[in-house]
């Protein structure tokens, strides 16, 4: 019986938990565009979180490894979330046009909406506990967390993402 409580309370505590919804964003892109979470209109749109801009070869490496994911399910759709601390209007200012000027791609320029917000609440809320890890999180239109992966992407992640959008494109009916 001894047993049978510590696999349960083992088991318990060795599952991810993950938020319900992502939380609500809106912000300017890099192209200068107003987005909000609800202009995601796909079956699934995988969400990067990174909080510092060292982790971005590891969005980088997740974005290049979607190439064949987004020729097979055109409806995918992603969008990168860089995740800093609330700024003045000026600090705002000079990082959204270091960002814009080291981007030159209008697609992917397009794709980036910078979040200014109290990092340990917002950590709490997407249900993350290492500010040194990007998340990635795929999302369904309707804004639940389907799926979370943590750190650089894997083939591991890849395979699970595609078996995701199989099944939730069956769901919705599209390619």
Do not use: C
């Given at each position: 019986m001894t047993w049978l409580l510590l696999l349960m309370l083992f088991s318990e505590a060795a599952t991810e938990a993950l938020?319900?919804?992502?939380?609500?964003?809106?912000?300017?892109n890099l192209n200068g565009e107003t987005l909000v979470l609800?202009?995601?209109?796909?079956p699934v749109t995988l969400i990067f979180v990174a909080f510092k801009q060292e982790q971005?070869?590891?969005v980088d490496g997740w974005i290049n490894a979607l190439?064949?994911?987004?020729?097979?399910?055109?409806?995918?759709?992603?969008?990168e979330l860089?995740?800093?601390k609330p700024v003045?209007?000026?600090v705002r200012f000079m990082i959204y046009r270091g960002m814009r000027s080291g981007i030159k791609d209008a697609e992917k320029r397009a794709r980036i909406v910078t979040q200014y917000v109290d990092i340990p609440s917002y950590m709490e809320t997407l249900h993350l506990t290492?500010?040194?890890?990007?998340?990635?999180?795929?999302?369904?239109?309707d804004g639940r967390v389907?799926?979370?992966?943590?750190?650089?992407?894997?083939?591991?992640?890849?395979s699970e993402l595609s078996a995701l959008l199989v099944r939730r494109n069956a769901v919705s009916g599209g390619p």
């Amino acid at each position: 019986m001894t047993w049978l409580l510590l696999l349960m309370l083992f088991s318990e505590a060795a599952t991810e938990a993950l938020p319900t919804h992502f939380p609500n964003f809106e912000g300017k892109n890099l192209n200068g565009e107003t987005l909000v979470l609800s202009d995601f209109k796909a079956p699934v749109t995988l969400i990067f979180v990174a909080f510092k801009q060292e982790q971005q070869p590891q969005v980088d490496g997740w974005i290049n490894a979607l190439g064949p994911l987004r020729q097979s399910h055109p409806s995918f759709d992603y969008v990168e979330l860089p995740t800093i601390k609330p700024v003045s209007r000026i600090v705002r200012f000079m990082i959204y046009r270091g960002m814009r000027s080291g981007i030159k791609d209008a697609e992917k320029r397009a794709r980036i909406v910078t979040q200014y917000v109290d990092i340990p609440s917002y950590m709490e809320t997407l249900h993350l506990t290492d500010e040194d890890v990007i998340a990635s999180f795929a999302v369904g239109k309707d804004g639940r967390v389907l799926k979370r992966w943590l750190g650089p992407v894997s083939d591991d992640a890849i395979s699970e993402l595609s078996a995701l959008l199989v099944r939730r494109n069956a769901v919705s009916g599209g390619p």
